[in-house]
């Protein structure tokens, strides 16, 4: 017997890998098994595709087209849904109106102080003043509390209506342009009350409907209305009283405002609606002046005993103004031919001197502001924060579209200023106070609240012993 026969037969040998099975002629050197497999292995895979180049030369997956476009649009919309949109977009749209409300200011007032025998400053240092106290209010309201702003309700709507009463007590009230809705405080100085009357009402008002809704009372209309309108009417009653018709639209709307919030029914809504617009219609109809002011709307020509002068020559600054204005300063209506350039109708300047660019700008930063304090009112919980941000909202925007609907020729001349931007001490203050009053409710939201604890620097305080080397401890 063969040797490996043998040992094969008593298992004493190993066989021989590799061994193929083939004719002699075929047969090569034994391969080893490993190499036998990773061949067999090799002969499956697929053949490698090349990667596509892009054209900068870097290889990898092509993106798909508009890719760069909506990767900004969702950079740009997670932007927009930060905690700490609302709060920047008050802050900074209240201060640029401010701001840009106290050059267009100076711009427009100075022939008109010149005229008054007055420095060409006359009316822009007063604003300026004006502007310091705001912004000291403002502050000052962006610090308080909730609690402290429904405290101050109260005796904000208690000091207005008393100040609003002594307006029409004979030799302490005083007439301007008409109106007898002012009161002298000394030298160049005069206070409107009836400004600060849109702020009390929307702060009482919201005091009173938060907490009729904490004990659930406002699914009963009487609860709803009183004494939430018989307050309103008395506001209104003492503003008509002087002849301020603007005023009492802006106080209305407000009104409406915080009944649409808590929620009115819509017979009701349109039943108070309703006798608002009789009241009105009445009281339009009764003045010449305020039916001469009705008929003014989009006119283009005087007229010939000159009742749409003011109207008309509003229009006539913005069509003069172009794309991009005749330059700050180079103003021709506010040369005695536009009536109050620098109160009701500056917005007419300033498109005659910043262009259709300035006017837009104008625009966009109240849309902003009005965009911000919808977003605070929507997404806060506390129902005091909310009938409070939706009433200022409603107040400026109402305001600002007031005015700028004037100036434009679309709506009948109110006689309202727009807010943060024309002149007037006693329509800046309340005003500058309610942004602050925004810029508090924004703080106040849990996530803006947390995003704001997590930017403040910590504070570590360094002592002043003095750290003394480490000795080994067999040392003495």
Known sequence: MPADESSAAHGTGRPRIGRVLAPPFLAGPPVPAGLALRGRLASTRQ??????RSRSGSSGPRAPRGGGVRRLYEQARRAWDRPLTAYYLILGAGLLITVLGLVMVYSASMIKALELSKPGTYFFRKQFLAALIGSGLLIMASRMPVKLHRALAYPLLMGTVFLMVLVQVPGIGMSVNGNQNWLYLGGPFQLQPSEFGKLALILWG????ARKQDKRLLTQWKHMLVPLVPVA???LGLIMLGGDMGTAIILTAIL???LWLAGAPTRLFGGVLAVAGVLAFLLIKTSPNRMSRLSCMGVSEPGP???CWQAVHGIYALASGGWFGSGLGASVEKWGQLPEPHTDFIFAITGEELGLAGTLSVLALFAALGYAGIRVAGRTEDPFVRYAAGGVTTWITVQAVINIGAVLGLLPIAGVPLPLFSYGGSALLPTMFAVGLLIAFAREEPAAKAALAMRRPA????TMRRRGKKRPSGER
Request: proline share 9%; aromatic share 14%; glycine share 8%.
């Open 233 to 235: 009417f008395m506001l």
């Open 206 to 209: 919201a005091d009173l409907l």
């Open 305 to 307: 005993d000159g009742s």
């Open 459 to 462: 504070v570590r305080w360094k």
């Open 256 to 258: 409406f405002g915080l």
């Open 47 to 52: 053949p490698a595709v090349p990667r596509s």
